[in-house]
């Protein structure tokens, strides 16, 4: 599968996700926009980018994207999204969850991880925890 199929199905599940919700969802028309979908929610509309993670790491751990590739062949450069997304939304195939972050967690790194469990050492202190971003956690009711 290549990575157009990839964000296609992280897109789907995002999109499908949020309409069994009953929130409103918008997609730009065409390809140039740095976010994917719009989505009206916690009383505004957010822009909102979504990266399909499908490789699991050591010790039920996930490194997802947090950069778009402007170049696939050479000299390959890679961008975040501060300033051009309120949320990155990453569909973690392995346990089929979806999980909302807002920009300003990712703090302009090129991955984030995520685990499912505590790491043996029992640290906490910046271990981001898949439970702490499933979208009840950041979608107000």
Do not use: W
Request: charged share 25%.
């Amino acid at each position: 599968m290549n990575s157009k199929d990839k964000g296609n199905i992280g897109e789907a599940m995002v999109l499908a996700e949020f309409t069994r919700r009953n929130i409103q969802v918008c997609i730009p028309f065409g390809d140039n926009a740095r976010y994917d979908l719009v989505a009206e929610f916690n009383g505004k509309l957010n822009r909102i980018q979504v990266k399909y993670c499908g490789q699991e790491t050591i010790n039920n751990s996930f490194e997802c994207p947090c950069a778009s590739s402007t170049n696939h062949t050479t000299n390959k450069h890679l961008s975040t999204y501060e300033n051009d997304v309120d949320y990155m939304a990453f569909y973690i195939i392995a346990i089929n969850k979806i999980l909302l972050v807002p920009i300003d967690k990712i703090n302009g790194r090129k991955t984030i991880t995520f685990r499912t469990e505590l790491p043996k050492n029992g640290q906490r202190t910046g271990v981001n925890f898949v439970e702490d971003y499933l979208l009840d956690k950041i979608i107000e009711s």
